[in-house]
């Protein structure tokens, strides 16, 4: 069971390059969310999904779009990178809560080390 | 989501027990408390999860308060390998996407 697989590990972008951050996971979670965190600091939300083709802003969302096409993946985007987007970004899934309500933990990924110069 | 403090760093000697404090006064009363420890840089590590009752499980063991305005922590025999950062957050309403907001966590040092 690979759990939340994030590609790539590593990479560094030029200032106004764009890339995608890959995100899957196989354990059919419907909610995924984004994070960064930047260094000494906790983790912020920039994106999450409820659900394939349902997504939503959280925290720190300018500069980053998502899209939610299947239950899987849930890729972040970078369309114009700028150098305060440096940054580790994590992805987590977790399944709905069960029927008591008590909710899931969050599952992460490995994250994605990103610089940008 | 509630907002919690955490000291930010606290050390423990191997073998010991490891208590890692939490207050989150504005907790709501169907939130719940999460704990996850993050390694190095690696992804956060779910540890535990409570609302009301204290809770164990193969990794530590979680009690919180009665007025559930603070939690406490336990890792029962801490060792080298527990040496984490560790976040303490309230959230996660049921019926919602349980949104989490970490803090900067509480850095422990687990010692010989």
């Known amino acids: 069971n690979a759990g939340v697989t994030q590609t790539p590990k590593f990479r560094i972008l030029k200032i106004g390059q764009s890339m995608t951050l890959q995100c899957a996971q196989d354990?059919?979670?419907?909610?995924m969310y984004w994070y960064r965190q930047d260094p000494g600091m906790g983790l912020k939300l920039i994106y999450y999904s409820v659900g394939a083709g349902i997504t939503d802003k959280g925290e720190v969302p300018n500069g980053y779009n998502v899209s939610r096409s299947t239950t899987e993946d849930f890729p972040l985007r970078l369309e114009l990178a700028a150098p305060s987007q440096t940054s580790v970004y994590f992805c987590?899934?977790?399944?709905?809560?069960?029927?008591?309500?008590?909710?899931?933990?969050?599952?992460f990924g490995d994250g994605t080390r990103l610089s940008i110069l | 989501d509630a907002k919690t403090t955490q000291p930010p760093s606290m050390d423990c000697a191997e073998g010991r027990a490891a208590n890692l404090p939490c207050n989150h006064s504005t907790i709501s009363g169907n939130e719940y408390v999460y704990w996850y420890r993050q390694i190095h840089s690696q992804g956060p590590q779910y540890i535990i999860h409570?609302?009301?009752n204290n809770e164990t499980n193969e990794m530590a063991s979680l009690i919180i308060t009665e007025d559930r305005k603070s939690s406490t922590l336990i890792l029962p025999h801490a060792t080298l390998r527990d040496t984490a950062v560790y976040y303490c957050?309230?959230?996660?309403?049921?019926?919602?996407?349980?949104?989490?907001?970490f803090g900067t966590g509480t850095r422990l040092q687990v010692t010989l």
């Open positions: 987590a899934s977790r399944p709905p809560g069960t029927g008591d309500g008590r909710n899931q933990p969050q599952h």
């Open positions: 957050i309230g959230g996660g309403r049921g019926g919602t996407a349980s949104k989490l907001t």
């Open positions: 354990m059919n979670h419907n909610y």
């Open positions: 409570g609302l009301k």
